[in-house]
């Protein structure tokens, strides 16, 4: 059973690792939005982890909006990223916050990064 965890310990590092390294490549003008990614096999061997580490990241990388995949096509940084409020509306959730409080928070979030 430990070795089973370890393992998935380990799928969910090398998962992250790819999530990381493509976001040093957006932060550093890499990566643009509407950029095609090289395909799954050419991203596992450049990172170096298996090819579902780079499905789990990129899946990742979908819910937060930064990516988007197209059947047939491949996956391409999103033009204008979209995230999707559901992940955020679980944790709030979970932490027992309202959407009254969530609207509040919002709020204050907005003028602060309007000020900025």
Excluded: K
């Amino acid at each position: 059973m430990t070795e089973a965890r370890e393992f998935r310990g380990s799928d969910a590092a090398a998962a992250e690792l790819v999530v990381n390294v493509l976001r040093g490549q957006i932060e550093r003008g890499q990566l643009r939005p509407g950029d095609r990614l090289p395909p799954e096999r050419e991203l596992a061997q450049r990172i170096g982890v298996s090819r579902p580490s780079v499905r789990a990241g990129l899946r990742s990388l979908a819910a937060m909006g930064v990516v988007q995949t197209r059947h047939g096509s491949g996956t391409y940084i999103a033009d204008t990223p979209q995230l999707d409020s559901r992940p955020l509306g679980l944790l709030a959730a979970l932490l027992g916050f309202t959407p009254g409080q969530m609207f509040e928070a919002r709020c204050v979030l907005d003028v602060g990064g309007a000020w900025m």
